[in-house]
């Protein structure tokens, strides 16, 4: 079964080089190319999928690991108030128990954000993404359009 990388290359080489211009040396070189770049197009397209899977596996691990942990502080408080001290004291244990709650940023979708000018043209075909990253001035990101902390009372800070 062929990508849609695959069949789109094919079909620009059918239509570029069929019938007349198979062994014109400028098109070789640039079907070439381009041929290296559908099969890097088809390989990242394959590694998103990978990556997506992977994400979702992580997030329902850590995801399952939270609710055991609010499980197991929810029944620490329900033993507290079983336990025969007076009011003062189980506030205290209370408070150190909120005190492992996770903060909630409001995050539900990956922000809009605008990334830094860059200059592509430090970029060649042999350029990495270490490459690209350490052309990119990350002091100019405002993060803080990303991230939005909520208060004590659970609003989001402004």
Do not use: C
Not at 20 to 41: C, E, H, K
């Amino acid at each position: 079964m062929r990508t849609i990388f695959e069949e789109a290359w094919s079909e620009i080489d059918h239509t570029v080089r069929y019938p007349y211009d198979q062994n014109n040396p400028v098109f070789l070189q640039f079907l070439m190319i381009l041929n290296r770049l559908a099969g890097s197009a088809d390989e990242m397209g394959t590694f998103v999928l990978f990556l997506k899977k992977e994400l979702e596996l992580k997030e329902a691990i850590h995801r399952d690991a939270i609710n055991k942990k609010e499980d197991a502080i929810k029944e620490l408080k329900d033993q507290i108030q079983k336990l025969k001290l007076d009011k003062a004291e189980k506030e205290l244990l209370n408070i150190s128990l909120d005190k492992l709650n996770l903060p909630d940023f409001g995050l539900t979708k990956i922000p809009d954000f605008d990334l830094p000018d860059f200059d592509y043209s430090k970029l060649n075909e042999k350029s990495t993404i270490l490459d690209i990253s350490k052309n990119i001035d990350w002091n100019a990101i405002d993060f803080s359009k990303i991230i939005k902390p909520k208060d004590d009372n659970g609003v989001i800070d402004k």
